[in-house]
């Protein structure tokens, strides 16, 4: 089941479902016990245990410490199934409620356990078992965007008229599912120096998102992807036999799909772009280091080079209000969208990614764009206020582009708006959701979103690691 399905299938959850109103922050002495028990959890972390115990010892508000006990270990608890394969650690990860690993979810689902990897070995394998996972599904599909834990299994997108086959979930081109692995493996690379995850299978799936990226700049021809579904929803497919609206090959690269699994509208999709740039150096890196392929090393780096220069010619528009801004999409003819999408990569959270420091002019331009009315996106209600996207559709705020704003925000009173907003929008279950109204947050979509939750515990961390008076 895609995302969009069990939205439908589900409609919208209340809140009234998980907890009676005594539960609800500030009417009753204590909070209901929502984590799952211990023996039902899928994977226990001493380092994370340790970081939970001590931020519930520090943090005055009993609410933040009950919602990080509940959101951090999130993934670890609910999603994850570990193993051993052929003498190597084997991670499979759920987004939660949808049996499938998306190569961009499973990334970031595990991204805020970095950090912790050096004071738990156990947590280490397992977040090395991802990277070697998610090899074999580069290997299998360098397009698709989600995989089975069954390697033989046929899923119920199979008519989808691309290239399907078995073990893939869904084929939909996104060039940020390319670039999550890269990020995961670069980072596990630094803090821990193991080469063990990097042998020729990783090589040889570097080597085949440097092809698949150079593919998609479209410089000769459309290129070997295409993709159709038979749908009412115009976002779940592209147009033009499948390969969507022309773009001009201009040196960005065309991707398909947004973060979000809706269709792009102008294949140049700029946060995506920036992504691709600082994961086509990463792993220049270490194709250098670890391969010593330095041919390889070269390519990725030079064309890193290139799409950072048309961004710069194509991506950058003069708003009437707001200056220079980064558009969201563009075609290389002239066209642009603008407006932002709460999944990651965004517009907003390009300094998360490290694609750009917060202080870049133009960034901050469009910052104040993207968080402001002149944003078709964004959305200010009764129980908050945020940037949405198409996905779930109006009036629908994504925590994930809260604790976004929140990560990238220099600002004390922003940040701590943003955990005050996080902290009232959860609906009395003790967890984040995809998405709620932004009148009435017991009005929201997907009970059970890891990412979501994750994300949302590492917020919280960073903000009592550097400004822990933000949180009283």
């Not at 528009?317 to 407006?339: F, I, T």
Request: with cysteine; aromatic share 12%.
């Amino acid at each position: 089941m895609n995302r969009r399905a069990f939205v439908q299938g589900t409609a919208l959850l209340t809140g009234g479902l998980f907890l009676g109103p005594a539960a609800f922050a500030g009417t009753a002495p204590a909070f209901a016990v929502v984590r799952p028990a211990a023996a039902k959890r899928r994977f226990r972390s001493r380092a994370v245990e340790a970081a939970i115990a001590e931020f519930k010892k520090k943090v005055k508000d009993p609410e933040l410490g009950w919602l990080f006990e509940n959101c951090f270990p999130s993934t670890l608890d609910t999603t994850v199934t570990y193993a051993v394969r052929e003498g190597r650690p084997d991670t499979y990860v759920i987004t939660g409620d949808i049996d499938a690993m998306w190569l961009r979810d499973s990334s970031a689902q595990v991204w805020p356990y970095l950090q912790f990897i050096g004071q738990d070995a156990e947590l280490r394998q397992l977040v090395a078992g991802v990277v070697n996972r998610q090899t074999r599904c580069v290997l299998k599909d360098p397009y698709a965007n989600a995989f089975y834990g069954d390697d033989t299994k046929v899923g119920e997108w199979k008519s989808d008229l691309t290239q399907m086959r078995p073990g893939v979930h869904e084929r939909k081109w996104e060039i940020d599912s390319l670039c999550y692995p890269i990020r995961l493996a670069y980072h596990y690379w630094k803090k821990t120096n193991d080469p063990a995850p990097f042998d020729a299978a990783w090589q040889q799936a570097i080597r085949t998102t440097l092809r698949t990226f150079r593919e998609q700049q479209r410089k000769d021809g459309p290129g070997p992807y295409k993709f159709q579904r038979q749908t009412t929803n115009s976002t779940d497919t592209q147009p033009m036999s499948g390969y969507g609206y022309p773009v001009r090959p201009v040196g960005l690269i065309a991707s398909s799909f947004r973060p979000s699994d809706d269709a792009t509208l102008y294949s140049f999709l700029v946060p995506s772009n920036f992504f691709a740039v600082v994961s086509l150096r990463q792993a220049s890196e270490m194709m250098a280091a670890l391969a010593k392929d330095s041919k390889t090393a070269g390519e990725l780096a030079a064309l890193a080079d290139e799409v950072e220069a048309a961004l710069h010619r194509h991506a950058v528009v003069s708003h009437p209000r707001h200056g220079n801004v980064y558009a969201y999409e563009v075609d290389g003819y002239g066209s642009q969208v603008l407006m932002d999408d709460a999944n990651v990569p965004s517009l907003l959270a390009l300094p998360y990614l490290g694609a750009l420091p917060a202080t870049d002019p133009t960034y901050q331009n469009t910052r104040k764009f993207l968080l402001s009315p002149d944003n078709p996106f964004f959305f200010k209600g009764r129980a908050a206020e945020g940037i949405g996207g198409p996905h779930v559709g109006q009036d629908m705020i994504w925590p994930i582009g809260i604790t976004v704003r929140g990560l990238t925000s220099t600002s004390d009173a922003e940040i701590r708006a943003c955990v005050q907003a996080l902290k009232t929008t959860h609906a009395g279950t003790g967890y984040m959701h995809e998405s709620f109204h932004k009148d009435d947050a017991t009005k929201f979509s997907r009970a059970w979103f890891a990412w979501a939750n994750t994300i949302f515990g590492e917020f919280l961390w960073k903000v009592y690691q550097e400004k822990p008076q933000l949180l009283a």
